[in-house]
């Protein structure tokens, strides 16, 4: 398993700032994810964190709007730019350490921009 | 690409009794299949998750079924008690390497003692 922590766990912004959100891994893993999740709702992928490379990212997220960094195996950063009040979420990262599937989430950063 | 339904999307039942959470997915490439228990202000917390080689898997008190002809798997909890209480998300991946997660729209789950 992993464990995955996150920075800020919470922020209040406002509109037209940007927020980078710190994802810290207590041992080295495979992939690094970020996701979305819409209070009460579900979790939407936003992007693939590769180490060393540009993200990939999922159809409706744009690396302009969410830049991600992954300098190492244990370390990723998510931005939100230029953040509107329908950005207001939960964000959340998670990794894996191998290569059987399991994703492990972190606590989540709750966004509200106002 | 992949949708996942998920029902019931709210459960209640009284501490003691089982509960049934049912997942189906669209893609029949789809081969793993993670549960996540998710309380109220934290991270979903990976509970049991089943590959498309096997059928069923427990782990305690919790079960997971899968039945690739009919596209759908379920989590089964036996004796609930107050603290199994939590959103509940299921979620399939097609992936070859198991990686991009589609998660279903979440069962809450409440446990009256």
């Known amino acids: 398993s992993a464990v995955i922590s996150q920075k800020p766990s919470r922020d209040i912004c406002q509109r037209g700032t940007s927020l980078t959100i710190q994802c810290q891994v207590d041992s080295q893993v495979t992939m690094m994810f970020w996701y979305r999740q819409q209070p009460g709702q579900s979790l939407t992928l936003i992007a693939t964190?590769?180490?060393?490379?540009?993200?990939?990212?999922e159809s409706g997220f744009v690396i302009d709007k969410f830049p991600i960094s992954r300098p190492n195996l244990t370390f990723s950063t998510l931005t939100v730019s230029n953040m509107s009040p329908e950005d207001s979420s939960i964000y959340l990262c998670s990794g894996m350490p191998g290569q059987g599937g399991e994703q492990y989430f972190g606590p989540g950063t709750r966004l509200t921009v106002t | 690409g992949e949708n996942v339904e998920q029902h019931p999307s709210t459960l209640s039942v009284q501490e003691g009794d089982s509960a049934v959470i049912k997942c189906t997915y669209s893609d029949s490439a789809s081969n793993y299949f993670p549960w996540y228990k998710q309380e109220l202000g934290k991270g979903p917390q990976l509970i049991i998750d089943?590959?498309?080689?096997?059928g069923e898997k427990k782990d305690q008190r919790i079960a997971v079924t899968l039945n690739k002809t009919a596209k759908h798997f379920s989590l089964h909890i036996t004796e609930t008690q107050p603290e199994d209480s939590a959103v509940y998300f299921c979620a399939a991946s097609a992936d070859t390497g198991f990686q991009k997660l589609v998660f279903g729209t979440g069962t809450r789950l409440l446990v009256s003692p």
């Open positions: 089943i590959r498309s080689n096997v």
């Open positions: 964190a590769n180490q060393g490379s540009e993200a990939t990212y």
